[in-house]
């Protein structure tokens, strides 16, 4: 059967704050791109999307209490840890995930994304414009992943990736392909503000 509008899951937002920022070298979710630490700028886009917007974070991170919070119940599994940690709380209701080192996201792309949505697959993602790959840190996961996540967990896979890679989901080519840029690294970050500035 296809869902339609009226029984489709509910959808949430979960912004991925919880990384360590490794290769950056300073918390990509606290840069200011917008007038306000990314995590947040994310957060206030997607509330109009979503039933409730979340931040996904670690057990020793603290944030702004006016944000709504979920904390990570597993360690050492990258990204994974925030999706699981959410459909954890709430098993049987949709994400819309989003990490926090993408400063080109805007309301344009989350509205396609979700308007684009098949509740009847497992996810709707972007495809990355670098390497034509499903992009899973800007992904609708439905209820139905967190088994397939679970398994692919169980089984030694923590990329989220792989779990879009293996699965039949919907790919959509991002409006523009800068929305999609990921800033991990210093360089990053450099052609970054360059772009930014210039836009």
């Known amino acids: 059967m296809i869902s339609t509008a ?10 991925l704050a919880g990384g360590k920022s ?16 990314q995590r947040y700028h994310l957060a206030d886009i997607l509330a109009p999307f979503c039933h409730q917007v979340y931040i996904s974070c670690r057990q020793d991170q603290a944030l702004d209490p006016n944000y709504e919070l979920l904390k990570d119940t597993f360690s050492d599994i990258g990204p994974l ?27 344009d792309c989350f509205e396609f994304l979700i308007q684009s949505r098949n509740a009847d ?20 996961w439905e209820p139905k992943s967190y088994p397939i996540l679970n398994d692919h967990l169980a089984s030694g896979n923590t990329s989220l990736r792989k779990v879009l890679m293996s699965n039949d989901i919907v790919v959509l080519k991002p409006l523009k392909p800068e929305i999609l840029l990921n800033v991990n690294t210093p360089e990053d970050l450099l052609r970054a503000r360059e772009i930014h500035k210039n836009r």
């Open 22 to 37: 490794l290769r950056m070298g300073t918390p990509k979710d606290t840069i200011n791109w917008h007038g306000k630490e």
């Open 81 to 107: 840890s925030g999706v699981l940690s959410a459909f954890k709380s709430k098993p049987n209701e949709a994400w819309l995930v989003v990490a926090c080192d993408m400063p080109f996201l805007d309301a």
């Open 121 to 140: 697959r497992i996810a709707t993602a972007y495809q990355s414009p670098d390497d034509n790959l499903p992009e899973p840190l800007i992904t609708i």
């Open 6 to 15: 009226n029984d489709l899951p509910v959808l949430n937002g979960l912004i």
